[in-house]
């Protein structure tokens, strides 16, 4: 499992020019599933992006989790994390769990972060959606997170 992280100051997921949802500070998870990833791998991944110290402290340093700074995150499916492009110019999709896996695992990682965030502080679009998301990346931060090496 990938998860793609940005820190941002603010995001918002569009669906068909309607809003669906939007935080304030924290972070866009883009989230890729895997094929044999697993409900440990969701939690794992889940418990490292809830932890991660990528917000400034008053010294300017990364020091602070999502937690420390109160912030919330936006959980986007994104199977193009498992996009193979070492042949040729069309991207396979061969690594990338079937549809019925990944939904579920998005599912099981959502609800563990939201269990270690608060049930507020995670917000989604629609899986297989086609979705426009706008954020303002902060810093700029993006981070690449796996569950295995």
């Known amino acids: 499992m990938r998860a793609l992280i940005q820190r941002v100051k603010r995001c918002a ?3 068909d020019g309607k809003l669906n949802s939007s935080i304030g500070t924290g972070m866009l998870v883009f989230l890729g599933v895997k094929n044999n ?9 889940a418990e490292r992006c809830a932890s991660l110290r990528i917000f400034n402290d008053d010294n300017g340093k990364m020091n602070l989790s999502i937690n420390d700074v109160s912030g919330e995150a936006m959980v986007v499916s994104q199977f193009t994390l498992y996009g193979d492009t070492r042949r040729g110019n069309r991207p396979s999709y061969t690594d990338a769990a079937t549809q019925k ?22 917000a ?22 796996e569950s295995k090496e």
């Open 13 to 15: 997921v569009f669906i």
């Open 37 to 45: 990833d697993t409900e440990y791998d969701a939690e794992y991944l």
């Open 101 to 122: 896996t990944a939904e579920a695992l998005y599912d099981h990682f959502t609800a563990h972060l939201r269990r270690v965030l608060g049930e507020k502080k995670v």
């Open 124 to 145: 989604t679009g629609i899986f297989r959606a086609m979705m426009d998301v706008e954020l303002v990346n902060d810093g700029p931060v993006t981070l690449m997170v």
